[in-house]
């Protein structure tokens, strides 16, 4: 059963470094698709990238310019960075399986099945 | 980027009522469909993808329907623990988007 727990600094001042790290229990991390999903009460839910095992990566075009994500598959954790905060980063970041399907000429979408509990971080001096 | 928008932002219901959610894709999403239930003060939980199908453990009182543009979801004969608010999401083009959420209370 695989679980997700988020972990991150709770509280981040404008204009720094946002650093949140995602562990990965109780399966493979090498041959999934991970994604970074953020809640505010301004937005609903965004999406902010997905990483696969390999290291692929695709990210939300309107944060691109902000965000990193990496692997460590030794480690079984997935990380998102996000530089240059500000107010408006201030949600609930989530981590969650994601589970595209690229077969040979074909494509298919199975969700996200399985969510980390998530991590608070508010923008603030 | 693909606009989601889900209506009714909110809706009452009593237990056993059968309810009906529609999301709407400002473009074509295919079948690449997916709904979440997510409670307060917790993660998003999938019920369903591909437009129509259940992922494993979701009760059969919860259906999905539709292709293209427009889907809906269903809830059957509403339970207690289906108070909750629901999401759609697409994922046939890049970026993933989710739509506003529909407040079942």
């Known amino acids: 059963q695989v679980q997700l727990q988020e972990s991150g600094p709770g509280v981040e001042k404008p204009s720094e470094t946002l650093s949140l790290t995602c562990t990965v229990s109780g399966g493979s991390i090498r041959s999934q698709y991970w994604s970074w999903v953020r809640q505010s009460a301004g937005k609903g839910l965004e999406w902010i990238g997905r990483?696969?095992?390999?290291?692929?990566?695709h990210y939300n075009p309107n944060l691109e310019s902000r965000v990193s994500l990496s692997i460590d598959t030794s480690q079984y954790q997935v990380s998102l960075k996000l530089f240059s905060v500000t107010a408006a980063d201030t949600a609930i970041y989530y981590c969650?399986?994601?589970?595209?399907?690229?077969?040979?000429?074909?494509?298919?979408?199975?969700?996200?099945?399985?969510w980390g509990q998530g991590t608070k971080v508010t923008v603030s001096s | 980027d693909i606009q989601m928008t889900q209506s009714p932002s909110s809706v009452s219901a009593s237990v056993g009522d059968s309810v009906t959610i529609t999301c709407q894709a400002s473009?074509?999403?295919?079948?690449?469909l997916a709904w979440y239930q997510q409670k307060p003060g917790k993660a998003p939980q999938l019920l369903i993808y591909?437009?129509?199908t259940l992922q494993d453990g979701v009760p059969s009182r919860f259906s999905g329907s539709g292709s293209g543009t427009d889907f809906t979801l269903t809830i059957s004969s509403l339970q207690p623990e289906d108070f909750a608010t629901y999401y759609c999401q697409q994922a046939n083009t890049f970026p993933l988007t989710f739509g506003g959420g529909t407040k079942v209370e």
């Open positions: 591909s437009a129509s």
């Open positions: 990483i696969y095992g390999s290291g692929r990566i």
């Open positions: 969650a399986r994601d589970r595209p399907y690229y077969g040979s000429g074909f494509y298919k979408y199975n969700g996200m099945d399985v």
């Open positions: 473009q074509g999403v295919s079948t690449w």
